[in-house]
């Protein structure tokens, strides 16, 4: 299955991960998943700004416009996954981001999951660390399955494991990372026969802050 172009992926994530806080990011979802005329101006300048319809507009680019059918399965689906998300309960920045990462993350937003938990990824230390390498590690097995590349899901989903495998099960209190581990046995046992189950990948399950 073929990915978007890396410009119209990388526009995506950011409007996806903006309107976690943003609500106009998040009017720019809502008209990439159903759009009808012209965006509101809040929308169409955030549309804009990252280079999907021309200021004014009311279409995607003509560069963009072959996928729109895509885009617009996409946008709906970060749109759920925003609204999965209680911005009261967010927590601190480890833990807000891990809360977004399983919203975007039960939506099979892998990539934008990866953005998410990188930010927080860079500046974590030891177990935490760890711990959040290998959602990550994890979270990009499944994209790149998503995209066909069998073998480096494989290589990932292993690694990952070994990762979460690694460290006490409440490091990342907000994640339910124990049932993630064993939601993700037999997938790992498939991809090394190099098969894939038919079924979606595995939610990621939080706990209550």
Not at 43 to 63: C, F, I, K, S, Y
Not at 99 to 127: D, I, K, M, P, Q
Request: charged letters at 20%.
């Amino acid at each position: 299955m073929p990915g978007f172009p890396l410009p119209l992926r990388n526009a995506l994530a950011e409007l996806a991960l903006a309107a976690f806080d943003d609500d106009a990011a998040a009017a720019a979802l809502a008209w990439l998943a159903a759009p009808s005329g012209r965006p509101s101006s809040v929308a169409g300048a955030r549309l804009a700004a990252v280079h999907l319809v021309e200021p004014d507009g009311d279409r995607l680019l003509a560069v963009h416009a072959g996928h729109a059918t895509a885009v617009a399965a996409h946008a709906a689906r970060a749109q759920r996954a925003v609204h999965a998300f209680d911005r009261a309960r967010a927590g601190g920045s480890i833990h807000r981001a891990c809360r977004v990462a399983a919203a975007l993350w039960n939506e099979r937003l892998f990539f934008e999951v990866h953005e998410v938990l990188e930010a927080v990824w860079r500046s974590a230390t030891g177990a935490v660390r760890e711990a959040l390498q290998g959602v990550i590690q994890i979270a990009v097995a499944f994209h790149h399955l998503a995209h066909g590349n069998v073998r480096g899901a494989r290589s990932l989903l292993v690694e990952g494991r070994r990762r979460l495998g690694g460290v006490a099960a409440d490091t990342l209190p907000a994640l339910d990372v124990g049932g993630l581990l064993a939601d993700t046995v037999r997938w790992e046992a498939a991809l090394a026969l190099h098969d894939v189950p038919p079924d979606a990948p595995p939610r990621l399950g939080t706990h209550d802050a």
